[in-house]
């Protein structure tokens, strides 16, 4: 885990839970599924992300000194309970989807059987970590299904929520099928490619603008891309056709040019017949500025001439729908299940396993949630991957998970690889869960 | 700055920029402003915050080992820049708006004036970082203003865009007037109050409502806000009432309960019946669940008896408006001023300052955009925090910042005060400001 990591990033009722369980010895198995209540109203599907880095925060999960300290010190805690934290691990088991699995509203995407107050504890990061992975790459995901072909780079640091979320978003990007990042730490950390053009300033701060191109290319070993929307897209284009030659003779390669501004898929019919017509054939049209899925899709039904797309603030902070309901419920108890009922908000108990069923030539039909011990036809979704506190195997490689992503998406019905949220995929709940809640209903009456 | 940072959170261009600069040996003054281009249309004003960890960030700027060994490994660097670098430090110029200043579109909240290199380097962890707390804080404090006199609790840490958000939103939120925060370690690191109720699987956990609500105030030293809404509301506060005299014998008090599901207006009101016939007159009403300052403002309109409100997902995520088009653009570049004319982003040149007229009472008038050396009538918001690399002052208080805050809500003018983002406040471009801007496209041509 790249990320500093503390165990109090957390809500301050975990803790006080914790003491009233310490204090009435409530130690006890429980169980724990996190799930998203309901789709946003933009969403056919999500794909789940994430799990490294909550299985790499459930592994390292410890108080050190200085946090016991500052525990001891607020006042709201007792003497033996802050002592009893000193040794506190995470012993439990997790099962989860593996990254990248496309999943639906009540489907568990994680699930912890562990002791209360360590099921409990994890609660607020848990939900953190799986919340943002997930909401970036079910959002990525849809520019990778709106743009086939095409190359995607996440542009998005610079108005992610934080450090964190600017890092984050470029792994949930990558996975879903984006081909890098502009976020350089990101490149160091997870070994994604970077991927880098050039901004407005450098060539401001140079009295002519074809002077700022070539200082540019000159100073970069491989191949570069040029902005060309600082002043007049055209005339710029043509700039560059007249400075090719120059380069040339230097050993330098245009790849390409950059457009961020303006009537995007006019200028770049413009500017590709500009190229085309000064040899530049080779070189690619990058598209840029508040691009998302949508605005993607309307580019290329016009027939717009770009390669690629760097997509930045919609998709880092997934501004159509920028939180998932995404919650963390306890469903069994010291081997009795439980169910919440408040109105709207009521879930379903018990130890459950998801059941996908597919046509044989592997496109989805339908899900199914069920209790682990009643299965249902179809492949259950949900993998062990940590006992007693230790990780079954050693985490996963982004290309792997990118793989999964991509035969997910030739799986998906044709409705959802459309990028349209209706008809919804059907998510059936088992005779059997119904009746277990129907049961526990009864007996708080 | 409580948060590990890394100057590799940068986009690449910024680097391959750098080595443009380096090899053309471009070190010359530049000036940048960093501003927002346009409000939300949600939006009538925003709350300036997130300068202390942006010096603090500028201050610590520097390039470690393990960072110079990947740029050479990466192969886009050649090894004279990547020397350079070693001792690359920040020795710029700062001015900026005062956290928790409203300020409006086009007006520079954050001045950088250093050689083109430093001052390039730094934009996107400077926006990252800028972008996030002033996006939050300006969501907050239209909470703030939909419930006077009520207690503000952030709970929004879990569905906040990773950690340093989570971390970020809680102090965002504090300075705008939130009474709190949920999230544990901004108490640790930022001295917040923190502020937790319970949660619904510590009811759950227990076989009868009312043993939960025991063991949680047994636990607890001090006073205790119990969750009264797992099963049946008005159920779980006549339980409450009738568990009251046992748990004063014991010297335990019920400061209040939380309502987090169903019709919250409704609910209030039972539920504050049930506790004033039951004697419990001063146990208070706290509610949450998807709350924002709309719909604090309706359940407050219709009389309901709250006497706080735990806002999250909404707030930490600004999910009305996720996102801010917040910029940093050359202004000036070894004495000349300098204008991007990108269509629809084109940017006013120079140094300037913004001049804010107020009427004899304290209320806001209209601001003026004008060039330093050029004064208009009003007070100059921006200051110096920043000379040579060396912060001019230690870092503000919280509370100093708060009290700021709440100046600033008094003299707002009333539609603003009122959360309307019509009419919009007036910022003038001064005369001059106007003209070198004409006087540079007129060069341009």
Redesign the interface.
């Known amino acids: 885990m790249p990320?500093?990591?503390?165990v109090?990033?957390?809500?301050?009722?975990?803790?006080?839970?914790l003491?009233?369980?310490?204090?009435?010895r409530?130690q006890e198995m429980?169980v724990?599924d996190l799930f998203v209540r309901r789709l946003p109203a933009e969403r056919g599907f999500l794909l789940a992300a994430g799990l490294e880095q909550a299985l790499d925060y459930l592994g390292n999960l410890h108080f050190t000194a200085e946090?016991l300290d500052?525990l001891t010190d607020?006042?709201?805690?007792?003497p033996s309970f802050v002592a009893w934290l000193e040794t506190f691990r995470f012993t439990g088991d997790v099962d989860a989807l593996p990254e990248g699995t496309a999943f639906f509203a009540n489907e568990p995407i994680l699930r912890v059987i562990a002791p209360?107050p360590q099921a409990?504890l994890v609660?607020?990061?848990l939900?953190?970590?799986l919340?943002?992975q997930t909401?970036i790459a079910s959002k990525a995901v849809r520019c990778v299904l709106a743009a086939p072909g095409k190359l995607l780079v996440d542009?998005g640091?610079?108005?992610?929520?934080?450090?964190?979320?600017?890092?984050?978003a470029a792994r949930a990007n990558y996975l879903s099928g984006f081909a890098g990042t502009?976020?350089?730490?990101a490149?160091?950390q997870f070994g994604i490619p970077?991927?880098?053009?050039?901004?407005?300033?450098?060539i401001?701060?140079h009295d002519r603008e074809e002077d700022a191109f070539e200082?540019?290319a000159?100073?970069?070993?491989?191949n570069v891309t040029l902005l060309i929307?600082?002043?007049d897209t055209e005339a710029a284009a043509r700039k560059l056709v007249g400075l090719a030659p120059r380069l040339q003779e230097r050993g330098i390669a245009i790849r390409g040019v950059r457009l961020?501004?303006?009537?995007l898929a006019e200028h770049a019919c413009q500017v590709r017949r500009i190229l085309d017509e000064g040899g530049l054939n080779q070189a690619t049209i990058l598209g840029s500025g508040d691009l998302d899925e949508q605005r993607i899709a309307e580019l290329l039904a016009v027939g717009a001439p770009f390669d690629g797309f760097g997509v930045g603030?919609?998709l880092d902070?997934?501004?159509d729908a920028?939180?998932?309901d995404?919650v963390y419920?306890?469903q069994e108890?010291?081997g009795k299940p439980?169910?919440?009922?408040?109105?709207?908000?009521a879930t379903w108990p018990g130890r459950k396993q998801i059941y996908r069923r597919s046509t044989d030539d592997g496109t989805l039909i339908s899900d199914c949630l069920s209790l682990e011990d009643a299965p249902q036809p179809g492949e259950p979704l949900l993998q062990p991957v940590m006992r007693e506190g230790q990780r079954l195997a050693p985490p996963e490689s982004l290309s792997a998970i990118r793989e999964r992503v991509q035969q997910q998406l030739t799986a998906l019905p044709p409705a959802l690889r459309a990028n349209q949220a209706d008809p919804p995929y059907p998510v059936e709940i088992a005779l059997e869960l119904r009746e277990m809640a129907a049961q526990i209903d009864r007996e708080?009456h």
Chains 1, 2 share one sequence.
């Open positions: 990320i500093a990591d503390s109090l990033l957390t809500d301050l009722y975990q803790l006080t839970m003491q009233t369980y310490h204090a009435a409530m429980a724990f946090e500052w607020c006042g709201r805690f007792n209360l409990q609660e607020s990061r939900i953190n970590l919340h943002y909401l542009f640091m610079r108005r992610a929520h934080g450090a964190e979320a600017a890092l984050l502009a976020t350089v730490l490149g160091m970077v991927f880098g053009t050039m901004a407005h300033s450098l401001q701060a200082q540019f000159a100073a970069q070993p491989g929307d600082t002043y961020d501004s303006g009537d603030t919609r902070a997934s501004t920028p939180t998932l995404m419920k306890l108890y010291a439980r169910r919440k009922r408040s109105e709207g908000k708080m």
